[in-house]
């Protein structure tokens, strides 16, 4: 019960844990301005919308920025056609960048609060377990890992299939109350930033945390490996399953219960069924007892035992003497 105990809340704790490390892999993902200009460049969104791609850089710069509390306004100078204009010019977009903001320092408070609540977790575990936290903490990590491989595969394979589907099933879920996330499409944001580009930074986002997470669980396996190596050794009946049997045991084994046994105990009364049990572990202990205890037991058994039921031996007589006659000491002369 214990192990089972600890072995959830470790398994919670590194869930959390995972949450937590998959939020800071978006995070640095989502600042890497480098890699957005590069997605600019593949998409050739400079020549569409008329812009430098110096332009576009110093876009995006901004708005990560913002996000993580860098800057207080998404303003930003542009040149479209030869003429300086604000990137960002419809209340729309600035309301929308707002409330992304917001969502997005609250995740990133809830984030630290959940590494603590984590560390909490797992320490519970590892106290009520401590002497085998390694084989717990390993265990809680495979589920916890699966837990959150399902998540991430039905949310890869819903993106993989349709991800405009999946892009506004997730700003609903985010933006439950709000409906300034859809943009119109004269909007520069939009234009900017195009379903493609987030489609590519969904699956970077999710390569990344697959890399970071699935080399943990090989080295968890391994270190039961090396456990269940370790006992092997110390122990070679380990397993419960290896342990030499007695003949008794390999009988049943073959033979299977006995079945008349089990319609007697079945149809026997409480009390019946008690004191058969008792006889039956009596005898189990009488064979498994060490010799000189089963010896004991039988001389307390003929002390106890009522004088008449005890036989004394009497000796054959001697060349023709009578049986009970004591040899006095011309027997003894003539027998030297």
């Not at 995972?18 to 200009?37: D, I, K, M, Y």
């Not at 990560?64 to 542009?78: A, H, P, R």
């Not at 520069?188 to 986002?205: A, G, K, N, Y």
């Not at 997470?213 to 050794?233: G, I, S, Y």
Request: aromatic share 10%; net charge negative; charged share 25%.
């Amino acid at each position: 019960m214990r192990k089972t105990l600890a072995t959830t809340f470790l398994a919670l704790g590194l869930f959390l844990f995972l949450l937590c490390a998959a939020f800071t892999v978006v995070q640095l993902t989502a600042s890497e301005t480098a890699w957005f200009e590069e997605e600019f460049t593949k998409l050739s969104l400079a020549d569409t919308m008329g812009m430098t791609l110096g332009d576009l850089g110093a876009s995006i710069r901004t708005l990560v920025d913002y996000l993580n509390g860098k800057e207080d306004t998404i303003d930003v100078l542009v040149t479209v056609g030869g003429q300086q204009v604000r990137m960002f010019n419809l209340d729309i977009e600035i309301i929308h960048m707002k409330e992304v903001r917001d969502l997005w320092q609250w995740f990133i408070g809830a984030r630290n609060v959940g590494l603590l609540l984590a560390l909490v977790l797992c320490l519970a575990g590892v106290v009520l377990e401590g002497k085998d936290a390694l084989r717990n903490a390993c265990m809680g990590y495979f589920w916890a890992l699966g837990l959150f491989l399902v998540l991430v595969a039905f949310a890869g394979t819903w993106a993989a299939i349709n991800f405009d589907s999946f892009w506004t099933a997730f700003h609903r879920l985010i933006f439950p109350s709000s409906e300034n996330w859809l943009l119109p499409s004269s909007s520069r944001m939009i234009q900017m930033l195009p379903s493609e580009l987030f489609h590519d930074l969904v699956m970077r986002m999710g390569g990344r945390m697959l890399i970071l997470f699935l080399p943990v669980a090989v080295l968890c396996a391994v270190l039961l490996m090396l456990r269940q190596r370790k006992l092997r050794v110390v122990d070679p009946w380990v397993n419960q399953e290896d342990w030499p049997k007695t003949p008794q045991e390999e009988l049943a084994a073959i033979q299977g219960p006995d079945l008349l046994t089990v319609h007697k105990k079945v149809n026997m009364t409480v009390s019946e069924r008690r004191k058969l049990n008792a006889a039956e572990e009596k005898a189990k202990q009488a064979i498994d007892a060490p010799d000189e205890a089963v010896e004991a037991e039988f001389r307390d058994a003929a002390l106890d035992a009522p004088l008449e039921s005890r036989k004394k031996i009497e000796f054959a007589p001697v060349d023709g003497e009578t049986a009970g006659k004591e040899p006095d000491d011309d027997d003894y002369d003539e027998l030297l």
